[in-house]
């Protein structure tokens, strides 16, 4: 009889812990006293946010009694003792020049080129192309404006970011790293579908609606000249830009 | 003995109560900011990531709370917590005349210096390149909701990276009390560089040529063209023999010119006759030629001067026209002769029938005396740029009663001059 009432009174305290746990996302707001504000919750034993002697500083958990992430379609949370609240986004461009080469009317020309995009407490990015066609100075190369197979003989610009297998093969989907479990980037829509290639200046190439993780992305560029497309060296440095909402 | 129980309950109570508490308390994280909600639906969007380069900068984010606006700061910084280093280089965020959208009035204006009474919006370098400061005359009552500030001149770090800006919104025009804040990050990295190369091309190819009309294509381009004869059999003065001639001993074709150029400013296509016994009349090899006489063994031209004129059975006269501009071969835009919608236009001369009609009926001309004539060119068409069409090269002969017999021969030599 005495044990059955200090039971019930020990239910009462844990479940409000539990509740403040399960309230936790990467948009809510901070609670908080009059001067004091607390950002991150966890109830668990052992651990410290952080450890700190003159040169280091260190976080420590022991028995965190769950880890890792969990997402909804558009949210992900971090469970567990040592997490950050720290934005981090990450654009790096691994692929410094792609050459076409010589462009003709009787055969396509491709090539690749690499990125990869890391973020995190994000709720989302997308990676927009902002630069022109390909230019000579006087002309620019026709873009695909909608997706379109390579049609040899016909002067076309256009990019996707997906494996193909036309008019070679070549390319790559995107990549999750380490695995799809924590990256969720894609190709975005009218630059996701194989052997269709298009063009957009501003465009929305690639997107992520959610993920804490890296993925990684091929470029894969077509371009083809017509019998009477102008002579010259044509180029443009192609400028990739990431917006992600926190 | 019903006491002692309570007290051994209380006492239990009391050690369960403490023993969870002291696992629950060390785990909150206490940050001593105090007051402040954080800005939510948030980020920058910039519009280059070349280092370096001028960009404008487009902050969006949602206020959480309802309350007084009057300055807002924005501060770029290496990291999105603790101390603020600024990303340096060439970074200057203390520029343009930004413009909102979406407050109770987009009325912020940017202030250079950023000075204000305690929590000024500026660097304690004293250096406020990595800062954007923009206040109000008066503050103002903000409902929560989204809200835009869109920064233009602003000009990115030197160094590829990633960047964070610290925005916070101030209750009043001086940037001392903070009511929201929030960060956004950016990435500023190398550009790739496209490369390609289209040659300069021009194909020109002279040939022989069953084709007799402007629609059927010769070849669908020059490794199509062959022959360098056209036979336009045995002249009878009772008859004008225009190619293609198949009857006593003609070879049934016509000549053919086709080029093939992206210069864009066009090509030219001219022609000389070469030189026997200095003349370049059709003639019997070592024949000396008047230009006028109907007994030397020399076809003379139409007209003189190398003018254009009809020829006419009986009347000594030999010459070319070009009847027609073959589009069979195009394909890389509409070319279609009848319409007058192709490149590649006759010269004055040799043009055969008006109206784009593909016939004879202007006549023939010859140019004897070895000078490049102009039959052909581009370069006042709009599009001068010519896809594989080509000039159908008609002759047509005919002898006096006088004219002595022999095997009569010229040599036309063809040139396309491409302008790019």
Known sequence: MIYRGVLLRITLLILPALTIIFSVNVDAQQVCSGSYCANEYFFGTGGENELNSTNYTGKAATGSLGVGDTSSTSFTTQAGYVTTQEEYLEMIVNTTNVNLGTLSASSASTGTGTFYVRAYTSTGYFVQTLSPPPSNGAVTLANLTSPTASSVGTEQFGINLVANTSPVAF????????????????AASGYDTPNLYKYVAGDTIATSSKGIGRTDYTISYLANASPISRGGEYTVDHVLVVVATF | MLYRLKQQISSIWLMVSILVLSIVLPLFSFTGNAGAAQLTT???????????ATATYTYAFTLP?????GSVSFQACTTPLGTCISPG??????????????????????????????????SNSGSNTN????????????????????????????ANGSYFIRITTYSDTAWVTAVDSGVVAYSITNQLTINARIQEVLNFCVGATAVDDATTSPGSDCSAISGSTVDIGV?????????????NGGSSTNGVAMVRTNAQSGVVVSYFTEQNTSSGLLKVAGATCSGTSTTDQCINAPALAGAQAVINAGTEAFGFTIPGVNCGSVTSYTCTFSSGTYNLQRASGYIGAAANA???TNGYAWDATGNPVTIASSTGSTVKAVDDEALILKYAATQSITTPQGSYTVTQTFIATATY
Do not use: H
Request: net charge positive; aromatic share 6%.
């Open chain 2, 358 to 360: 593909y016939a004879v």
């Open chain 2, 131 to 158: 800062y954007l400061c923009i206040k109000r005359t008066t503050a103002a009552s903000e409902t929560a909701g989204a809200r835009t500030v869109v920064a233009p001149s602003q000009v990115n770090p030197t």
């Open chain 2, 235 to 247: 002249l009878d003065a009772g008859l004008v023999n225009t190619s293609p001639v198949s009857a």
């Open chain 1, 171 to 186: 390319g790559a989907n995107p990549s999750q790293a380490p695995d799809n479990s924590f990256a969720y980037g894609v």
């Open chain 2, 89 to 122: 280089g060439t970074i200057n965020m203390n520029a343009g005349t930004s413009t909102q959208t979406g407050w109770s009035s987009n009325n912020f204006s940017r202030d250079s210096v950023g000075t204000g009474a305690s929590g000024n919006c500026q």
């Open chain 2, 65 to 69: 709370t309802t309350g007084n606006v």
């Open chain 2, 42 to 52: 948030r980020s920058v969007t910039i519009t280059t990531s070349k280092p370096s």
